[in-house]
């Protein structure tokens, strides 16, 4: 079974990081791409940022680059997202996905449907 727990989420200032990490399990996690995506309340989910499982390359949203970087430990079966700078539009549940094809690459990357592999979420909140 698939499993995929986020943790590290939590209460921070405006101008403040969070480190969230996502543990992977039930799957050969060095084959898939991994990606991070973050729901609002009353919002739909959307994609905040992909690496690969090929080369390590990684992809972000427009409104987090330069903020936020994901990165993945082969070896821990863990796949982290180091978010700096924070602003109170970056409040929401946060999510770990896992591309259940194998190396798919850039095709989708950042979209809800291809990915089957959810976490439960853990929860960011920046205030102003």
């Known amino acids: 079974e698939v499993q995929l727990v986020e943790s590290g989420g939590g209460l921070v200032q405006a101008g403040g990081s969070l480190r969230l990490s996502c543990a992977a399990s039930?799957?050969?996690?060095?084959?898939?791409?991994m990606g991070w995506f973050r729901q609002a309340p009353g919002k739909e989910r959307e994609g905040v940022s992909w690496i690969s499982s090929r080369d390590g390359s990684t992809s972000y949203t427009d409104s987090v680059k330069g903020r936020f970087t994901i990165s993945r430990d082969n070896a821990k079966n863990t796949v982290y997202l180091q978010m700096n700078s924070l602003k109170p539009e970056d409040t929401a549940l946060y999510f770990c996905?896992?591309?259940?094809?194998?190396?798919?690459?850039?095709?989708?990357?950042?979209?809800?449907?291809?990915?089957?592999?959810w976490g439960q979420g853990t929860q960011v909140t920046v205030s102003s």
């Open positions: 039930g799957f050969t996690f060095d084959d898939h791409d």
């Open positions: 996905a896992a591309d259940p094809r194998v190396h798919r690459g850039p095709y989708s990357h950042m979209l809800v449907p291809a990915y089957d592999y």
